[in-house]
């Protein structure tokens, strides 16, 4: 493999996944800030590793955005790819149909 250049992905895909990406994230923390003030009825710690927030509250935090996040990152990789395809006719850089 010596000498062979690394190919860059088309600047279609790297707006596509930043344009999905954005509100993704931007949804994803207003929902789980709401989801949590539902559940408890106080705001989500701002600093989870500030001296007042307990243990407790502060991994729940961290689980339930943990988990929010990566689900987030999954529907927007997702529809940015499937919007890829749609465009272009082909699957994005470095996705395989059905490799696990």
């Known amino acids: 493999m010596a000498g062979k250049k690394k ?12 344009g999905f990406a954005v509100p993704a ?3 994803v923390r207003k929902l789980t800030d709401a989801a949590w003030y539902a559940a408890r009825g106080t705001n989500p710690p701002k600093n989870p590793a500030a001296p007042g ?3 407790g509250e502060a991994l729940a935090w961290a689980a339930v955005s ?3 996040v990566a689900a987030g ?7 940015a790819a499937a919007t890829y395809q749609s465009l272009t006719g082909k699957l994005p850089p470095g996705l395989n149909a059905g490799s696990p």
């Open 73 to 79: 990152r999954l529907v927007a990789a997702r529809g």
């Open 53 to 55: 927030v307990g243990w």
């Open 66 to 68: 943990g988990v929010a």
């Open 7 to 18: 190919q860059k992905p088309p600047m279609t895909w790297k707006l596509l996944g930043t």
């Open 25 to 27: 994230g931007i949804a």
